[in-house]
């Protein structure tokens, strides 16, 4: 059974820190490309950062570049987000996402975790 589940989210002041966290079980967690996505109340899920399976490719969206740093450790099976400088806007439900490198179409989703930036 694959389980991917968050965590790290809470309430931080604006120009704070967190880290997240996000555990995979029940696959190989070397073959999956993980990525964290965010969703804000009423708005669209987008991607927020990605990381190849190795780890050495990384990507980010605009809004966070500089700000947040996406990492993995797979003998630990967890990716996390470095997330600093934050900002009100980045209050959302942050979510984890494991792609499979080798089957098409597979992937998984966590249940997500709540990040408010707020004074």
């Known amino acids: 059974q694959v389980q991917i589940v968050e965590s790290g989210g809470g309430l931080v002041q604006p120009g704070g820190s967190l880290r997240l966290s996000c555990s995979a079980s029940g696959v190989t967690f070397s073959n999956y490309a993980m990525s964290w996505h965010r969703q804000a109340p009423g708005k669209e899920r987008e991607l927020v950062a990605a990381i190849s399976r190795a780890g050495g490719s990384t990507n980010y969206a605009d809004s966070v570049k500089d700000r947040f740093t996406i990492s993995r450790d797979n003998a630990k099976n967890t990716v996390y987000l470095h997330m600093n400088s934050l900002k009100p806007e980045d209050t959302a439900v942050y979510y984890c996402?494991?792609?499979?490198?080798?089957?098409?179409?597979?992937?998984?989703w966590g249940q997500g975790t709540q990040v408010t930036v707020s004074s």
């Open positions: 996402n494991a792609v499979s490198v080798y089957i098409y179409g597979e992937g998984y």
